[in-house]
C-alpha cells in the first residue's frame, strides 16, 4: 500500500517541474512586458503628465485618441513614417540583393567579405547618427567640404535643414545601417538554392536574365519577405537616428512618429496623449508585418513549400 501511494505524489511532482523550472521567466515577462503595456494602455485614457503626478487619475476617456485623429501633425508624421518606411525598406532589398549577388559569385575572400558586411549593423543607431550627422553637416561636413574641393557647387548644401534633403539622409543613414541584414538573409537562400533548376534552365537555352527571374528572384523572395518582416518593426519604430540627425527639424519637416511621440511624452509633459499615439502607431507595424506575412506565404505557395 505504501509504494502504490508514493508514485502518484512523485507523478504530480513532475507535473508541476516544467512549471517551475518556466516560472522564472514568466515573471519576468509579466513585470518587464505586461504590466509596462497595462500601465500605458490605462495612462492613454487619462490626463496624466509628468509635471502633475496626481493626473495619472483624472480619467478623460477616449478624448486623447480623439485629439490624435483630429491632429493634423500626428498624421503628417504618420505619412513620413509610411514614407520613410517604404523608401527605406526597397532600397535595402534592392542594395542587399546585389551585395548578396555578388558575394555569391566570389570564390576567394568570401569569408572575409561575409565578415565586413556585417560591420554597419554592428554599430548603434546613435553612433550612426553622430557619423552621418558630421558627414552631411552644413559647415564642416565632409562631403560638403569634398563637393565644393571637387568645384562641385558654389556653396554649402543645407543636407539637414533641408525638407527633401533632410529625409533623404535619415533615409540615406538607415539603408547603409540595415542594409546587411538583407544581404545576409538572401546570400543563406543564395546558398539553399539548388543548382538543378538552374541547369535545366540553361540547358533549355534560357538567358542570364531569364533564370534570374523566374527561377533566382522567386527562390529568394522568402527569405526577403522575412528580412522585411523583421526591418519593419524596427523601421516602423525609428527614433534614434532622427532624433540625433535632426530632431524632426527643422519645423517638424523630418519629424517621424515615435520622435514626435517623444517630443510629446517627454518635452511637452503630455505622458496620456504620447501614449495614446504609441497604441496607434502599432497598428501601422501590425499592418506592415501581416501584409509581409501574407506575402511571405503567398511567395512560399509559388514555390510550392508547406503553408
Known amino acids: 500500500m505504501s509504494i502504490v501511494s508514493v508514485q502518484p505524489r512523485r507523478k504530480s511532482r513532475r507535473d508541476w517541474t516544467p512549471a517551475l523550472l518556466l516560472s522564472p521567466a514568466f515573471l519576468v515577462l509579466i513585470f518587464v512586458v505586461l504590466v509596462p503595456l497595462l500601465f500605458s494602455l490605462y495612462t492613454s485614457f487619462t490626463n496624466y503628465r509628468l509635471i502633475r503626478p496626481d493626473s495619472l487619475y483624472e480619467w478623460i ?10 491632429d493634423s501633425k500626428f498624421w503628417a508624421a504618420f505619412g513620413r513614417t509610411i514614407i520613410f518606411l517604404t523608401l527605406a525598406l526597397n532600397l535595402e532589398f534592392i542594395f542587399g540583393l546585389g551585395i548578396a549577388l555578388l558575394i555569391n559569385k566570389i570564390t576567394w575572400g568570401q569569408r572575409t567579405l561575409r565578415t565586413i558586411m556585417m560591420f554597419p549593423m554592428m554599430f548603434s543607431p546613435i553612433l550612426v547618427g553622430y557619423q552621418f550627422k558630421f558627414i552631411f553637416n552644413d559647415n564642416i561636413g565632409l562631403l560638403n567640404n569634398a563637393l565644393q574641393s571637387l568645384g562641385i557647387g558654389d ?19 538607415e539603408v547603409w545601417m540595415s542594409t546587411s541584414v538583407f544581404a545576409i538573409l538572401l546570400l543563406a537562400g543564395l546558398f539553399a538554392m539548388p543548382r538543378d533548376p538552374l541547369e535545366a534552365a540553361k540547358v533549355d537555352g534560357c538567358n542570364s536574365w531569364q533564370v534570374f527571374r523566374h527561377i533566382t528572384l522567386p527562390f529568394l523572395m522568402p527569405f526577403a519577405f522575412i528580412a522585411m518582416t523583421i526591418r519593419s518593426l524596427d523601421v516602423a519604430r525609428a527614433y534614434d ?5 535632426t530632431g524632426g527639424g527643422p519645423a517638424n519637416r523630418t519629424e517621424l512618429l515615435w520622435t514626435m511621440i517623444a517630443r510629446v511624452g517627454y518635452d511637452n509633459s503630455r505622458m496620456g496623449q504620447a501614449n495614446a499615439m504609441a497604441y496607434v502607431s502599432i497598428l501601422l507595424s501590425i499592418a506592415f508585418t501581416y501584409y509581409f506575412f501574407t506575402k511571405l506565404i503567398a511567395a512560399r505557395k509559388y514555390m510550392g513549400g508547406a503553408e
Open 241 to 245: 537616428i532622427v532624433d540625433v540627425m
Open 155 to 173: 556653396g554649402a548644401i543645407a543636407w539637414l535643414v533641408d525638407k527633401p534633403l533632410g529625409m533623404f539622409t535619415i533615409i540615406f543613414a
Open 61 to 70: 476617456g477616449l478624448r486623447n485618441y480623439q485629439r490624435i485623429f483630429t
